[in-house]
């Protein structure tokens, strides 16, 4: 059966558009492609920069920390035995409780580096007499009761 004209060149009309267009939308579809797994190639490699960045910060962040701390501790152990000195200078003035009290209060305070409150204690011894200690100590753990 033969086939008519306008029935052929319909068909060889709809297979050029095919032929014309398709390379073009393909192009155009592997061109967006190519794009986007750049765009997110490139995001992948500033996240992962970032993340390093970010953890070296945190790095040395941390060892300045402990470094701090180091010296914090260096320095709160000098200041615990400058006031187990006086506690041992004023231990006549004392009683055995508040003694025993005091000792545990500067081995807790050295573990958990609590300086204000030992250099409290410190000023406390300083600045009392002998007589005025186990008074003055009573007052000082009367808060911490």
């Known amino acids: 059966m033969p086939h008519s004209f306008s029935e052929i060149s319909l068909i060889y009309v709809s297979f050029s558009v095919l032929a014309l267009y398709a390379p073009a939308v393909l192009g155009a579809l592997g061109l967006a492609y190519v794009l986007y797994r750049r765009h997110s190639r490139l995001e992948r490699r500033q996240q992962q920069h970032r993340r390093i960045r970010q953890a070296i910060g945190d790095k040395g962040l941390n060892k300045r920390k ?9 320095n709160i152990r000098e200041l615990a035995r400058l006031v187990h000195s006086q506690l041992d200078q004023s231990k006549p003035a004392l009683t055995p409780y508040q003694h025993q009290r005091t000792s545990a209060f500067i081995e807790r305070a050295v573990t958990t580096v ?13 600045a009392s007499d002998a007589k005025q200690v186990s008074p003055a100590v009573e007052t000082f753990f009367e808060h911490t009761r």
Do not use: Y
């Open 66 to 74: 402990h470094l701090v701390l180091a010296v914090q501790r260096r």
């Open 114 to 126: 609590d300086f204000d409150r030992l250099f409290a204690l410190h000023n406390l011894f300083a």
